[in-house]
Antibody, heavy 117, light 110 residues
Framework: QVQLVQSGAEVRKPGASVKISCKAS????????MHWVRQAPGQRLEWMGW????????KYSENFQGRVTITRDTSASTLYVDLSGLRSEDTAVYYC??????????WGQGTPVTVSS | QSALTQPPSVSGSPGQSVTISCTGT?????????VSWYQQPPGSAPKLMIY???NRPSGVPDRFSGSKSGNTASLTISGLQAEDEAEYYC??????????FGGGTKLTVL
């Protein structure tokens, strides 16, 4: 069965960077696109960006102004998101999700990231 | 990219029907049939309920249906059940090859 298992909770100071992983299993990793979505406490879902796991092409939300980088390791069936220049507003739960443009049927369990001095 | 517009809350009694709207623009909802709906109980990851405007993934009850007219998509839940109480989000593909979510709608089953 399809599973997306994310890395554990992270705590960072303002200005630092964080890299979160999402290990996929149960399907051919390179056949699908992968997305990162985050949710600040009590707030709406926010789309961050996506990667074609096959060819590595990426697209990011303008809201992150170059602070986000999505990569993948096809040999390990693992997706990554790197967010730099952290500020308190980046405190959120970060989710990976699988799918192309029609909808995302598989989600990771979420990784809480806390940014605090 | 601005968020899609959803009502903050809707409510209904068991057995009734409710509809949640999701209004975008001609750059997203109005042009692409790539609208999806997600159910999110508190503290849980989102669950796909509708994809490509009106399609249900396997396992989603047929009480859930989706539609679209112009720049507005809608999710209708008929025969409300207590277990349907959750936050619901719409999402759309955009002309920038990005995606945008709605602000979320809290469904309360009275």
């Amino acid at each position: 069965q399809v599973q997306l298992v994310q890395s554990g909770a992270e705590v960072r100071k303002p200005g630092a960077s964080v890299k979160i992983s999402c290990k996929a299993s149960g399907y051919t990793f390179s056949n699908f696109a992968m997305h990162w979505v985050r949710q600040a406490p009590g707030q709406r879902l926010e789309w961050m960006g996506w990667i074609n796991a096959g060819n590595g092409n990426t697209k990011y939300s303008e809201n992150f102004q170059g602070r986000v980088t999505i990569t993948r390791d096809t040999s390990a069936s693992t997706l990554y998101v790197d967010l730099s220049g952290l500020r308190s507003e980046d405190t959120a739960v970060y989710y990976c999700a699988r799918g192309w443009t029609g909808g995302w049927s598989y989600w990771g369990q979420g990784t809480p990231v806390t940014v605090s001095s | 990219q601005s968020a899609l517009t959803q009502p903050p809350s809707v409510s209904g009694s068991p057995g009734q029907s409710v509809t949640i709207s999701c209004t975008g623009t001609s750059s997203d909802v109005g042009t692409y049939n790539r609208v999806s709906w997600y159910q999110q109980p508190p503290g849980s990851a989102p669950k796909l309920m509708i994809y490509e405007v009106s399609n249900r993934p396997s396992g989603v009850p047929d009480r859930f249906s989706g539609s679209k007219s112009g720049n507005t998509a809608s999710l209708t839940i008929s025969g409300l059940q207590a277990e349907d109480e959750a936050e619901y989000y719409c999402s759309s593909y955009t002309s920038s090859a990005t995606f945008v979510f709605g602000g979320g709608t809290k469904l309360t089953v009275l």
